[in-house]
C-alpha cells in the first residue's frame, strides 16, 4: 500500500466512561468482532470465564476494574485500529488525561439507566479542550434505562454536545429487543448468547416486518414509531463536519455485555471517524508564509508544508504526511511482561514511516538513539513490528532514558509538547519494612516511578528511610505497593503525610536562608527530583498565610519555567 493509503485506513482512538458503565466489556466485545479474540471475557471473572484482554495486571482482574491504560490493536474491515483502553476511575484520571493526548477521536460510553455521571463530563472537557471528535454509546439498553430522548436531551444541556442519534433502540429493560438503523432504515433483532461471549445472532428487516410487530408490543411500538418520526422532523441531521470538530456527536444505543448493538457501533464509528490528524510543533513559529525554527531562526523547518495549520492557533503542526518520521512517548509501564521486569515506553507514530533499527534524535538528550526493540501490543502480549504509520502506537523497550512527553523525530525542527501535567493531591511516606528487601525494594519503587502516575518528592526533615509519593488520587499509593510485591517480591509501609498542598517556587535569594522566610506551624520546603524548590501546606489557611508573609515568593501549580 502506498503511504497515503496505510496513513488513511487507521484509526486511533479511547474509549471513556464513568466506573462501570461497561467501558471494559465494550473494549472486550470490540475485540471479538474484530476477530482479535474468539471468546469474549466478563469484567468480573466468573469460575469458568475468561479474564478480560485488555486488563492485564492481576489487580485490575481482581478488583473487575481498570487501573493502567492498555493499547489493543487489530485489524477490522481494512482498518488498522490502534484501541486504548483507559482507567474511569478518578484516581487514575491523570493516565487517562495522558493516553487522549495519544488519540485522534474518543468514544464515549454512558449507562442509560444513570446518565451522564462525574467523571464522563470530566474526561468529555479535556475531549473538547483538545477538539477531540466523540462518538456515544448509550450502553445497558437490556435493563431498565431513562428514556432515550431524555438521554440525548442530556448530552445537550449538560455537554452543550448536539446529537444526531444514528440507531435507536427498540424497547427497554427487558422489552429491549434491538436497535433501528436510521440511515439503512433497517431494523437489527439480537438474540442472547450465554455469557455474551459470541457474536450475537442478528435478523436484519424493516420496521413493518410482522416479525418486528410480533417481537414488540403494542405500546412499545407506538412508542418507537412516534419518536423515530419526531427525530425525522426535528432531529439534527449527521453532519460529518460538525463530528470531526467536535460539536455533534453520533449516538448509539445497545448492551455490551449481550453483543446487542456493538457491530454497528464499530462498523459506524470507523467508517464516520478520522484518520490520525496532524499534531503541533511545539518548536516552531510562523512567520511570514514560512515556518521558522524559534530558536534556530529557520533551517530544516523551513521546508515543512505551510498549509496544515491548526483550526484554533497560529501555531504550525507537523502535517501527517510529512516525510521524516516523528513521534512523542505518552505511556511508560514496567513489568507487562513479568518474566524480563522490562520497561515499555508507548510511542505515538505523527508523521513519516517508522521502520524497525531506525535511528533518531531524543530532543531532550539530544542522542541519537536506535529503535530496535519495537513492538506491537495486545494486552499483556506482543509482538515484534518492522514498520509503523501516523496513527500507531508501538511499544519500545530498553530505552531508559525515555521519559513521558519526549518526542522521537529525524526532523530536528520537531518538539511536540503533548503532555499535560496536573499538580499532586494526595501524599504519603512509602517505607522498607524489611531490610532484607532493600535492594528489590530499591529496584522496584525506582521503575515504578518511571512511569510517572505516581512522583516523588524530598520534603525536609522527612522520617529515615522514607519515600515521599504525590499523587492525584490515594489508590495509585494502594498500586504502587500491590505492584511491589507481586512484581518485584518486596514488602512496604504506607503512612499518610500531613500534607494535602504542594507549590513550587521560583527561585529566590531568601530560598538560600530558609529561615529568613515565615512559616505556619506544618509547612515544610523541599525539592522535587529536578532539585527544584517547593513547599506543602497542610491546608488552604497555611497557604494563604505564607503568601501573606512572604509576597516576595511566587507560588506555582506547575514547575515554573526558568526565569519566572
Same mark, same amino acid.
Given at each position: 500500500?502506498?503511504?497515503?493509503?496505510?496513513?488513511?485506513?487507521?484509526?486511533?482512538?479511547?474509549?471513556?466512561?464513568?466506573?462501570?458503565?461497561?467501558?471494559?466489556?465494550?473494549?472486550?466485545?470490540?475485540?471479538?468482532?474484530?476477530?482479535?479474540?474468539?471468546?469474549?471475557?466478563?469484567?468480573?471473572?466468573?469460575?469458568?470465564?475468561?479474564?478480560?484482554?485488555?486488563?492485564?495486571?492481576?489487580?485490575?482482574?481482581?478488583?473487575?476494574?481498570?487501573?493502567?491504560?492498555?493499547?489493543?490493536?487489530?485489524?477490522?474491515?481494512?482498518?488498522?485500529?490502534?484501541?486504548?483502553?483507559?482507567?474511569?476511575?478518578?484516581?487514575?484520571?491523570?493516565?487517562?488525561?495522558?493516553?487522549?493526548?495519544?488519540?485522534?477521536?474518543?468514544?464515549?460510553?454512558?449507562?442509560?439507566?444513570?446518565?451522564?455521571?462525574?467523571?464522563?463530563?470530566?474526561?468529555?472537557?479535556?475531549?473538547?479542550?483538545?477538539?477531540?471528535?466523540?462518538?456515544?454509546?448509550?450502553?445497558?439498553?437490556?435493563?431498565?434505562?431513562?428514556?432515550?430522548?431524555?438521554?440525548?436531551?442530556?448530552?445537550?444541556?449538560?455537554?452543550?454536545?448536539?446529537?444526531?442519534?444514528?440507531?435507536?433502540?427498540?424497547?427497554?429493560?427487558?422489552?429491549?429487543?434491538?436497535?433501528?438503523?436510521?440511515?439503512?432504515?433497517?431494523?437489527?433483532?439480537?438474540?442472547?448468547?450465554?455469557?455474551?461471549?459470541?457474536?450475537?445472532?442478528?435478523?436484519?428487516?424493516?420496521?413493518?416486518?410482522?416479525?418486528?410487530?410480533?417481537?414488540?408490543?403494542?405500546?412499545?411500538?407506538?412508542?418507537?414509531?412516534?419518536?423515530?418520526?419526531?427525530?425525522?422532523?426535528?432531529?439534527?441531521?449527521?453532519?460529518?463536519?460538525?463530528?470531526?470538530?467536535?460539536?455533534?456527536?453520533?449516538?448509539?444505543?445497545?448492551?455490551?455485555?449481550?453483543?446487542?448493538?456493538?457491530?454497528?457501533?464499530?462498523?459506524?464509528?470507523?467508517?464516520?471517524?478520522?484518520?490520525?490528524?496532524?499534531?503541533?510543533?511545539?518548536?516552531?513559529?510562523?512567520?511570514?508564509?514560512?515556518?521558522?525554527?524559534?530558536?534556530?531562526?529557520?533551517?530544516?523547518?523551513?521546508?515543512?508544508?505551510?498549509?496544515?495549520?491548526?483550526?484554533?492557533?497560529?501555531?504550525?503542526?507537523?502535517?501527517?504526511?510529512?516525510?521524516?518520521?516523528?513521534?512523542?512517548?505518552?505511556?511508560?509501564?514496567?513489568?507487562?511482561?513479568?518474566?524480563?521486569?522490562?520497561?515499555?515506553?508507548?510511542?505515538?507514530?505523527?508523521?513519516?514511516?517508522?521502520?524497525?533499527?531506525?535511528?533518531?534524535?531524543?530532543?531532550?538528550?539530544?542522542?541519537?538513539?536506535?529503535?530496535?526493540?519495537?513492538?506491537?501490543?495486545?494486552?499483556?502480549?506482543?509482538?515484534?513490528?518492522?514498520?509503523?504509520?501516523?496513527?500507531?502506537?508501538?511499544?519500545?523497550?530498553?530505552?531508559?532514558?525515555?521519559?513521558?512527553?519526549?518526542?522521537?523525530?529525524?526532523?530536528?525542527?520537531?518538539?511536540?509538547?503533548?503532555?499535560?501535567?496536573?499538580?499532586?493531591?494526595?501524599?504519603?511516606?512509602?517505607?522498607?519494612?524489611?531490610?532484607?528487601?532493600?535492594?528489590?525494594?530499591?529496584?522496584?519503587?525506582?521503575?515504578? =516511578? #518511571?512511569?510517572? +502516575? *505516581? /512522583?516523588?518528592?524530598?520534603?525536609?526533615?522527612?522520617?529515615?528511610? @522514607?519515600? !515521599?509519593?504525590? &499523587?492525584?488520587?490515594? =489508590? #495509585?499509593?494502594? +498500586? *504502587? /505497593?500491590?505492584?511491589?510485591?507481586?512484581?518485584?517480591?518486596?514488602? @512496604?509501609? !504506607?503512612?499518610? &503525610?500531613?500534607?494535602?498542598?504542594?507549590?513550587?517556587?521560583?527561585?529566590?535569594?531568601?530560598?538560600?536562608?530558609?529561615?529568613?522566610?515565615?512559616?505556619?506551624?506544618?509547612?515544610?520546603?523541599?525539592?522535587?527530583?529536578?532539585?527544584?524548590?517547593?513547599?506543602?501546606?497542610?491546608?488552604?489557611?497555611?497557604?494563604?498565610?505564607?503568601?501573606?508573609?512572604?509576597?516576595?515568593?511566587?507560588?506555582?501549580?506547575?514547575?515554573?519555567?526558568?526565569?519566572?
Amino acid at each position: 500500500m502506498s503511504p497515503a493509503t496505510e496513513i488513511a485506513r487507521r484509526r486511533t482512538f479511547a474509549i471513556i466512561s464513568h466506573p462501570d458503565a461497561g467501558k471494559t466489556t465494550l473494549t472486550e466485545k470490540f475485540l471479538l468482532y474484530g476477530n482479535a479474540v474468539h471468546l469474549a471475557g466478563a469484567v468480573k471473572d466468573r469460575k469458568n470465564q475468561r479474564a478480560t484482554r485488555s486488563d492485564w495486571m492481576e489487580l485490575e482482574r481482581q478488583r473487575g476494574i481498570s487501573v493502567s491504560s492498555t493499547v489493543l490493536q487489530f485489524d477490522y474491515a481494512g482498518f488498522a485500529v490502534n484501541l486504548l483502553d483507559t482507567p474511569g476511575h478518578k484516581d487514575f484520571s491523570e493516565d487517562t488525561y495522558r493516553v487522549l493526548t495519544a488519540v485522534d477521536a474518543v468514544l464515549m460510553v454512558i449507562d442509560a439507566a444513570k446518565g451522564i455521571e462525574t467523571q464522563t463530563r470530566k474526561l468529555f472537557e479535556v475531549c473538547r479542550r483538545r477538539g477531540v471528535p466523540i462518538f456515544t454509546f448509550m450502553n445497558k439498553c437490556d435493563r431498565p434505562t431513562l428514556n432515550p430522548i431524555a438521554l440525548l436531551d442530556e448530552l445537550e444541556s449538560v455537554l452543550g454536545l448536539q446529537s444526531s442519534p444514528a440507531v435507536w433502540p427498540l424497547g427497554n429493560g427487558p422489552s429491549f429487543r434491538g436497535v433501528f438503523d436510521r440511515r439503512t432504515r433497517q431494523v437489527h433483532l439480537f438474540e442472547r448468547v450465554p455469557g455474551g461471549s459470541y457474536q450475537a445472532p442478528v435478523q436484519v428487516t424493516t420496521l413493518d416486518d410482522p416479525l418486528v410487530r410480533e417481537k414488540l408490543d403494542d405500546d412499545t411500538f407506538a412508542e418507537v414509531t412516534e419518536q423515530l418520526a419526531m427525530l425525522d422532523g426535528a432531529g439534527h441531521p449527521f453532519d460529518p463536519a460538525a463530528v470531526h470538530a467536535g460539536q455533534q456527536t453520533p449516538v448509539y444505543f445497545g448492551s455490551a455485555v449481550n453483543n446487542f448493538g456493538v457491530q454497528l457501533l464499530l462498523d459506524g464509528f470507523l467508517r464516520d471517524s478520522v484518520a490520525p490528524q496532524p499534531r503541533r510543533n511545539a518548536k516552531l513559529q510562523v512567520t511570514g508564509n514560512k515556518f521558522q525554527d524559534s530558536a534556530s531562526g529557520g533551517g530544516a523547518a523551513d521546508s515543512l508544508v505551510t498549509s496544515h495549520l491548526s483550526p484554533d492557533t497560529s501555531s504550525p503542526v507537523v502535517p501527517v504526511d510529512w516525510a521524516k518520521f516523528s513521534a512523542f512517548i505518552f505511556k511508560i509501564q514496567a513489568n507487562m511482561d513479568p518474566k524480563h521486569r522490562d520497561r515499555i515506553a508507548f510511542m505515538r507514530v505523527c508523521s513519516g514511516r517508522f521502520s524497525r533499527d531506525m535511528s533518531v534524535l531524543h530532543p531532550r538528550t539530544g542522542r541519537n538513539v536506535r529503535l530496535s526493540s519495537s513492538h506491537k501490543l495486545f494486552g499483556q502480549e506482543r509482538s515484534t513490528v518492522d514498520e509503523a504509520w501516523p496513527g500507531d502506537v508501538i511499544g519500545l523497550v530498553g530505552h531508559d532514558s525515555f521519559g513521558i512527553g519526549d518526542t522521537l523525530t529525524e526532523d530536528p525542527a520537531i518538539v511536540f509538547d503533548e503532555i499535560p501535567r496536573f499538580p499532586p493531591e494526595v501524599f504519603a511516606f512509602l517505607f522498607n519494612p524489611t531490610s532484607a528487601d532493600a535492594k528489590k525494594y530499591r529496584a522496584g519503587l525506582e521503575q515504578l =516511578l #518511571q512511569e510517572g +502516575v *505516581v /512522583q516523588s518528592f524530598s520534603p525536609r526533615h522527612a522520617p529515615p528511610g @522514607s519515600t !515521599l509519593l504525590a &499523587a492525584v488520587g490515594p =489508590l #495509585q499509593f494502594e +498500586v *504502587v /505497593q500491590y505492584r511491589l510485591k507481586s512484581e518485584y517480591g518486596a514488602d @512496604s509501609k !504506607l503512612e499518610t &503525610a500531613p500534607w494535602q498542598i504542594l507549590k513550587w517556587l521560583s527561585p529566590h535569594p531568601s530560598l538560600k536562608n530558609p529561615s529568613s522566610l515565615i512559616l505556619a506551624s506544618g509547612v515544610s520546603l523541599g525539592t522535587d527530583t529536578h532539585e527544584r524548590p517547593i513547599v506543602f501546606f497542610p491546608n488552604d489557611w497555611t497557604l494563604r498565610y505564607f503568601t501573606e508573609k512572604n509576597p516576595e515568593m511566587k507560588l506555582h501549580d506547575l514547575p515554573p519555567d526558568p526565569g519566572k
